[in-house]
């Protein structure tokens, strides 16, 4: 467990729940990242400044942490662009099938004791763990 952050990862749970609650409040919109860009490229020409600030949020926030935090790891993502697209496809498609992203689901559905968004959670971390136990140890000769 070299990557066990309680203190971080309680406080990022914590700046992600203020955000989605601030959201919902003053929007009366769910922080889901699908609808959101969904909505920002959609023909309908409404909500398009908030949308286009959480997801320009959602870009470069992590490029000033990495540039202006203190002890920030790099990230380094090992897989050929092939790959990487056919992952953000099948990400796209279960998306539209779901009905939503785990951050619509996950974050903001449970808080609102959504049975439908617990299932689909439930079923996207279940579809999650098994993916990376064929990925690592079915395919990839037990790595």
């Known amino acids: 467990m070299e990557n066990?952050?309680?203190?971080?990862?309680?406080?990022?749970?914590?700046?992600?729940?203020?955000?989605?609650?601030?959201?919902?409040?003053?929007?009366?919109?769910?922080?889901?990242?699908?609808?959101?860009?969904?909505?920002?490229?959609?023909?309908?020409?409404?909500?398009?400044?908030?949308?286009?600030?959480?997801?320009?949020?959602?870009?470069?926030?992590?490029?000033l942490v990495s540039e202006f935090g203190p002890g920030i790891t790099p990230i380094t993502i090992d897989a050929d662009i092939p790959l990487l697209i056919a992952a953000g496809l099948l990400v796209g498609i279960g998306t539209r099938l779901g009905s939503g992203c785990t951050s619509g689901h996950g974050v903001c559905g449970i808080g609102r004791l959504s049975v439908r968004s617990l299932v689909a959670t439930v079923v996207f971390m279940a579809t999650a763990a098994i993916t990376v136990f064929v990925a690592r140890h079915v395919l990839a000769g037990g790595v």
């Not at 989605?20 to 990242?33: K, N, P, V």
Request: no cysteine; glycine share 16%.
């Open 4 to 63: 066990f952050t309680p203190v971080s990862a309680l406080i990022g749970g914590l700046m992600i729940g203020l955000a989605s609650t601030f959201l919902l409040w003053t929007t009366g919109r769910i922080a889901g990242i699908s609808g959101i860009l969904g909505g920002l490229l959609s023909f309908e020409r409404t909500n398009l400044r908030w949308r286009a600030a959480f997801v320009v949020g959602l870009i470069f926030g992590p490029v």
